[in-house]
């Protein structure tokens, strides 16, 4: 029996192995407009092979032999889409958004946070760029656009205002329910809905799935979730200003779209500080009492 479980591991060391004596870069590449050496590509290969390989595949395809059954799947670098960087929907995102995501991981999945040298972490990123070549390469590619983050108009002495004025943007003037889930009563939705918009919400005319969570369509060649803030990891965003980051740029590929200049800045920031505090929920008895409480309405 051990016999016939060791050939599948064995297999899998074989390919690991032929393909780093193997295949080598004899010349650098230009990648984002970027001059990279033969020598850095090479050494990013080893940290792959070493690092990465076992869930994003030796081609990078996001097949590799541990991926079974993960959810949300490794990234497919092959097809040249990035969920998380910090640049407009579409566009390239820079080195530091790689390094950010490979030295801390991604909460909630299973990429996790290597600690590597500096050089390892810089090589390994451009050897990604290399399984999406029509993306990366040539003087004519470069990383996209970063916007600035706005001051903060509520600082920590006006937290319980910023998270009030997120209520409201998340439930009605941003509409975030449309993807998300609901988190407030619909007495206090409809009552929002009237000191924004003049006209209370009644009953019929709350969606069906206000409460649940809803698959959205992406690019990623599966359905994707939005987390439940109370529940979920969220996967990119650690604090305030992180969230703050992440609802300027959206979710690139994923159906969440950036909201610079859809909102106003005031909004960013209180919705960001709305959306910490449900996050705060999370493994708290409150969650339960909130919960409940929707539940009994």
């Known amino acids: 029996m051990m016999k016939f479980q060791m050939i ?7 390919m690991i192995v032929s393909c780093q004596e193997g295949g080598q870069f004899k010349t650098g590449r230009i990648l984002a407009s970027k001059q990279v050496s033969a020598e850095t590509l090479n050494l990013g290969k080893t940290t792959y092979m070493e690092y990465c ?3 994003h595949g030796i081609n990078g395809d996001g097949k590799g032999v541990s991926s079974t059954g993960m959810f949300p799947p490794p990234r497919n670098f092959k097809q040249g889409i990035y969920k998380f960087g910090n640049v407009v929907a579409g566009e ?45 390469e040539g003087e004519d590619k470069k990383p996209g656009t970063k916007y600035d983050i706005p001051v903060d108009p509520f600082g920590e002495g006006r937290k ?36 924004i918009n003049k006209v209370p919400l009644k009953n019929d005319e709350f969606a069906a799935d206000l409460y649940l969570l809803k698959l959205q ?8 979730m939005p987390p ?23 979710v690139n590929g ?38 409940l409480k929707l539940d009994n309405q």
């Open 92 to 136: 390239l995102p820079h080195d530091e958004d790689f390094y950010k995501i490979i030295r801390h991981g991604l909460k909630g999945g299973a990429m996790l946070p290597w600690d590597i040298s500096d050089k390892r972490l810089d090589a390994v990123t451009q050897y990604i760029k290399t399984f999406a070549p029509e993306a990366w």
């Open 228 to 250: 439940d803030f109370t529940y979920h990891h969220v996967r990119y965003s650690h604090t305030t200003e992180d969230i703050v980051q992440r609802l300027m740029y959206g």
């Open 160 to 195: 319980l205002e910023a998270i009030e004025k997120g209520k409201r943007a998340y439930h009605i003037t941003a509409a975030c329910i449309q993807c998300h889930r609901g988190y407030e009563t619909k007495a206090d939705i409809s009552n929002w809905n009237k000191e």
């Open 8 to 14: 599948p591991l064995l297999a899998a060391l074989l």
């Open 53 to 55: 390989v076992q869930c």
């Open 254 to 291: 994923s159906g969440m779209p950036g909201w610079k200049d859809v909102v106003t800045d005031e909004e960013l920031w209180a919705l960001a500080y709305y959306v910490q505090s449900l996050k705060e929920l999370r493994n708290n008895p409150a969650r339960e009492d909130l919960i």
């Open 217 to 224: 369509d992406s690019d990623y060649d599966y359905k994707t």
